[in-house]
T-cell receptor, first 116, second 109 residues
Framework: DVKVTQSSRYLVKRTGEKVFLECVQDMDHENMFWYRQDPGLGLRLIYFSYDVKMKEKGDIPEGYSVSREKKERFSLILESASTNQTSMYLC????FGVGQQPGLRIFGPGTRLTVT | DAKTTQPTSMDCAEGRAANLPCNHSTISGNEYVYWYRQIHSQGPQYIIHGLKNNETNEMASLIITEDRKSSTLILPHATLRDTAVYYCIVRYNFNKFYFGSGTKLNVKP
């Protein structure tokens, strides 16, 4: 069964800490995404990557960075966590190319991050 | 801009068909309709997608009107495990993927 896994389901961090969220997919997908989900705001794209070492900013990249050193792994980094980064973080992957469905996303279970 | 309109909530009796409507009147000719659902505190799950023709898979059926301005997701025999928020999505850019507010489906015994 194909899947996307995330390193933690629940995480509690203090303001100012550096936070790493890891995502791994086993489907050999080129594209990986990081979203955050907040009540009333839906899913918002933070960053995405279409290849190893490639990254593109999404709608809300401020305060975040990403790393993709291997095809199967996409990391989200909060350089200095703040309380307004308390949220549900969702990783997703998709296959992209001619004839593929770029709207098809496989999501991970999510990480609920609380910054205190 | 989610570009879709869905009812806020719906109820369905267990074992009956659940029909979830979605309006997407501004859809353009090459935009697909995707349906996802999200069970509480879990990541969204892909259900089905379509362009013009009706589609069916092991989870659901998707009926798209001829003018493509609306669609209906059908869960043929709803179970309690189908209780979730269902999102109708029209993707118009690779990195724009707006889930909107969705429909909260309550399946009742």
């Amino acid at each position: 069964d194909v899947k996307v896994t995330q390193s933690s389901r629940y995480l509690v961090k203090r303001t100012g800490e550096k936070v790493f969220l890891e995502c791994v997919q086993d489907m050999d997908h080129e594209n990986m995404f990081w979203y955050r989900q907040d009540p009333g705001l839906g899913l918002r794209l933070i960053y995405f990557s279409y290849d190893v070492k490639m990254k593109e900013k999404g709608d809300i990249p401020e305060g975040y960075s990403v790393s993709r050193e291997k095809k199967e792994r996409f990391s989200l980094i909060l350089e200095s966590a703040s309380t307004n980064q308390t949220s549900m973080y969702l990783c997703a992957s998709s296959l992209f190319g001619v004839g593929q469905q770029p709207g098809l996303r496989i999501f991970g279970p999510g990480t609920r991050l609380t910054v205190t | 801009d989610a570009k879709t309109t869905q009812p806020t909530s719906m109820d369905c009796a267990e074992g009956r068909a659940a029909n979830l409507p979605c309006n997407h009147s501004t859809i353009s000719g090459n935009e697909y309709v995707y349906w996802y659902r999200q069970i509480h505190s879990q990541g969204p799950q892909y259900i089905i997608h379509g362009l013009k023709n009706n589609e069916t898979n092991e989870m659901a059926s998707l009926i798209i009107t001829e003018d493509r301005k609306s669609s209906t997701l059908i869960l043929p025999h709803a179970t309690l495990r189908d209780t979730a928020v269902y999102y109708c999505i029209v993707r118009y850019n690779f990195n724009k993927f707006y889930f909107g507010s969705g429909t909260k489906l309550n399946v009742k015994p």
